[in-house]
């Protein structure tokens, strides 16, 4: 089935440095693909989506570009920041029971970002 | 328009007894989604409910728990009989009719049920 691999943390790094969570995903057909973030103590908040490949999500400052021939979707920051600590998910859409498209999320594991001072 | 409403934020109980989680989606918003989070893990898919009717329950334990997500009201995620091993985090989410391509799911606090 489908699923979503994503490196494992924590990773920490000191502020204003370089960001790279790896993401690779096994799926049939073409899924659609996420990064979510998870602050302490908070539900999940959407950071960046691409729908098809080569597509190039981006917000605040994250971006993740959409690979289909190497089934990646890394997430990436130039700088980073104390506030983005937190734990990012990177997943993907499944498909529903006769292949239409659908909310159903496949997450990875999830990796912590400390950022420090 | 207020985001995802879970409620309770925790929630305690004693093996056997029953957990009601409730999940009030956003405005607008017809399906459901419930995921479980155990400790040191990723989220993992429970249930997809659209109103009044269970879409996908494959990743639902085959025992003691249920969800339903009725005309009138939240949805419900129901565990009875709890056991140590059902303590987790239990994230709702909610989404809008989609076009044929997912839409964004919003995402809501979540319950953190801690069985004792």
């Known amino acids: 089935g489908d699923s979503v691999t994503q490196m494992e943390g924590p990773v920490t790094l000191s502020e204003e440095a370089c960001l790279t969570i790896n993401c690779t995903y096994t799926a049939t057909g073409y899924p659609s693909l996420f990064w979510y973030v998870q602050y302490p103590g908070e539900g999940l908040q959407l950071l960046l989506k691409a729908t098809k490949a080569d597509d190039k999500g981006s917000n605040k400052g994250f971006e993740a570009t959409y690979r289909k021939e190497t089934t990646s979707f890394h997430l990436e920051k130039g700088s980073v920041q104390v506030s983005d600590s937190a734990v990012y998910f990177c997943a993907l859409s499944d498909r529903g029971r006769y292949g239409g498209a659908t909310n159903k999320l496949i997450f990875g594991t999830g990796t912590l970002l400390a950022v420090q001072p | 328009n207020a985001g995802v409403m879970q409620n309770p934020r925790h929630l305690v109980r004693r093996r056997g007894q029953e957990a009601r989680l409730r999940c009030s989606p956003m405005k607008g918003h017809s399906h459901v989604y419930w995921y479980r989070q155990l400790p040191e893990e990723g989220l993992k898919f429970m249930v997809y409910l659209q109103k009044e009717n269970i879409i996908d329950e494959s990743g639902m334990p085959k025992e003691r728990f249920s969800a339903e997500f009725p005309k009138e009201g939240p949805s419900i995620l129901r565990i009875q009989q709890v056991v140590r091993g059902d303590s987790a985090a239990y994230f709702c989410?909610?989404?809008?009719?989609?076009?044929?391509?997912?839409?964004?799911?919003?995402f809501g606090q979540g319950t953190r049920l801690t069985v004792v």
């Open positions: 989410a909610s989404s809008p009719p989609g076009q044929g391509r997912p839409t964004e799911a919003f």
